[in-house]
């Protein structure tokens, strides 16, 4: 599968960037594509997005979730995906925001996208529409601060 890896520094708090990014359902604020994003539970999304003009519908479980830290995640039948969110702390005001996705594109549509970088470009401008979000913003909207681990436990904190 394609891996696609991309950061972006943010002029944020780290904490108030990971607890907006727990806010899934605010999404498609954000994120091209994302039509929308509905928590089922703590740890199970359902997700509607278009992609080059053709809808998908899938669901996705988070696999790990650290407070302030990482969000892992892998999609649960349907279309393949799975990725890892990091939180890396630059210093009071500031956050590095790292992503890392494996994806099977479908169809011969996705695969030439694939093969000319439209994924990674779009994970970019997604980043960047982020990062405009919360620094205008300058407030979470919300937190998720449980922990998930590897084992597929949440605990609370």
Do not use: C
């Not at 996705?101 to 401008?125: H, K, N, S, T, W």
């Amino acid at each position: 599968m394609p891996t696609i890896e991309k950061w972006i520094d943010v002029n944020v708090p780290v904490t108030v960037v990971y607890n907006q990014w727990t806010q899934f359902e605010e999404f498609p604020q954000f994120m091209e594509g994302v039509e929308e994003v509905r928590q089922i539970s703590d740890k199970d999304l359902q997700w509607r997005v278009n992609i080059v003009g053709k809808r998908k519908e899938f669901e996705t479980v988070i696999t790990e979730q650290l407070p302030d830290q990482r969000i892992a995640w892998r999609t649960r039948g349907g279309t393949e995906n799975a990725g890892v969110v990091t939180f890396h702390r630059l210093n009071d005001m500031a956050t590095r925001i790292m992503l890392q996705m494996e994806y099977q594109p479908e169809g011969i549509v996705e695969e030439i996208g694939d093969y000319l970088g439209i994924a990674g470009r779009r994970i970019q401008r997604d980043l960047n529409h982020f990062k405009e979000y919360i620094e205008e913003r300058r407030v979470e909207s919300g937190a998720l601060r449980g922990a998930v681990h590897n084992s597929g436990e949440r605990t609370s904190h």
